[in-house]
């Protein structure tokens, strides 16, 4: 079985640039959550979407956005991309039917912001 | 608010000895579900160990086993014959209710000596 597959590996973009990140969930998952991992801070959730319906939001700017598409796979786009947005992305699904919400990761994006 | 602790930024193991990783939280929910999870070099994300809340018993898999503490609001892990693989920054997380998203410690990075 597939894992979650996320691309591109890594990104370096510069000041106020626009990125999409993409991610594909494990086969039969419906939710895919995005997290922040900034050196020092941890994981942070920045987004978690099922069935296509963006159901909860963390504590990001509005320039953290995304979407999910029919087929489960996922979308984050960050626009006005500022110097602290460097960081690993990571990308998880889950089977919503589980009560458990374990969920899976994907290898993540480093996106590196100049 | 609900909040994860770990206090040991760092921890070492000889090799084939046992380790205790330790984790408190904080939450008013009654129900809720508790992870360890492993990010190893390659920083691909893995589930260690999942704990229910309802649960008394601690849960185990292979070498990896947890003491729960509901009244305390403690989840340590313990690695027994800790093995070289086992080196990676070890996160604490929880998940409660409808919400979905998942709460995260900052890690305790684990070495294990030769």
Redesign the interface.
Known sequence: EAGVTQSPTHLIKTRGQQVTLRCSPISGHT?V?W?QQAL??????LL?Y?EGEE??R?NFPPRFSGRQFPNYSSELNVNALELEDSA?Y?C?S?YRGHS?????????TRLTVL | AQTVTQSQPEMSVQEAETVTLSCTYDTSESDYYLFWYKQPPSRQMILVIRQEAYKQQNATENRFSVNFQKAAKSFSLKISDSQLGDAAMYFCAYNAGNNRKLIWGLGTSLAVNP
Not at chain 1, 40 to 45: E, I, N, R, V
Not at chain 1, 100 to 108: D, I, K, L, S, V
């Open positions: 939710s959550y997290y020092g801070l941890g994981l942070q959730f978690w099922d159901r909860n963390g690993l990571l998880a889950s458990y919400n374990e969920q899976f990761f994907g290898p993540g």
